[in-house]
């Protein structure tokens, strides 16, 4: 994640700083989303992780059940984490939208289902800036990710089994957080360039 870093000679900016990283700003996944109609073990979707305990994580929980699973996002920094978790039907493609929202002492997570919000996180922390500068954003695979999720059985770790099995289309990362209307407006539009588009 450093800007121009692979190939300077043909990158228009060569700044070599951090593209993903929000800093202490918003954070948003989008994606359009089809998981196999099967039993799945944890999955990681999008993940941008500093050891096992600073990032951000949008992943499926393991799920024995060939209709649905639960999509989840995990953020965390040091001791410090949130997390929040919504059900999607499994053999069709929906529109995912996963953001990390910034409101002042309590930053909170939003998962939206074909633009409709779905899910919240609990109040949580003010994470400020995450230190992740240095890690890669990785798309269909990832790592451990530690913290004391609130879904299911409340586990202190997850642990990605398998990479991910499905179909991913028009995966977009925001620095920024859309309301419903504006994710219903977009959410089979192509997008143009802009500022906080990734």
Not at 94 to 116: M, T, W
Not at 187 to 198: A, G, I, K, P, Q
Request: net charge negative.
């Amino acid at each position: 994640d450093h800007a121009g870093f692979l190939f300077p000679s043909i990158s228009r900016t060569r700044s070599g700083r951090s593209v993903m990283d929000p800093s202490s700003g918003d954070i948003s996944f989008e994606m359009h989303l089809n998981v196999p109609d099967q039993a799945n073990d944890n999955q990681v979707l999008v993940q941008k992780i500093s050891g096992a305990t600073n990032g951000i994580t949008v992943a499926l929980s393991q799920s024995a059940s060939s209709t649905e699973c639960d999509l989840v996002m995990m953020i965390s920094k040091g001791p410090d984490h949130i997390s929040a978790s919504m059900g999607i039907t499994k053999g069709k493609f929906q529109h995912v939208y996963a953001s990390l929202k910034r409101e002042g002492p309590s930053d909170k997570i939003n998962l939206f289902l074909d633009g409709v919000l779905a899910s919240s996180s609990s109040a949580g922390y003010s994470f400020s800036d995450i230190d992740f500068k240095q890690s890669p954003l990785t798309i269909g695979s990832g790592s451990v990710h530690s913290g004391e999720w609130s879904w299911g059985a409340s586990e202190s770790q997850f642990v990605p089994k398998t990479t991910f099995s499905g179909s991913m289309d028009e995966l977009r990362v925001w620095h920024k957080s859309h309301t419903s209307d504006q994710i219903k407006t977009n959410m089979y539009r192509e997008v143009f360039s802009e500022d906080r588009l990734r």
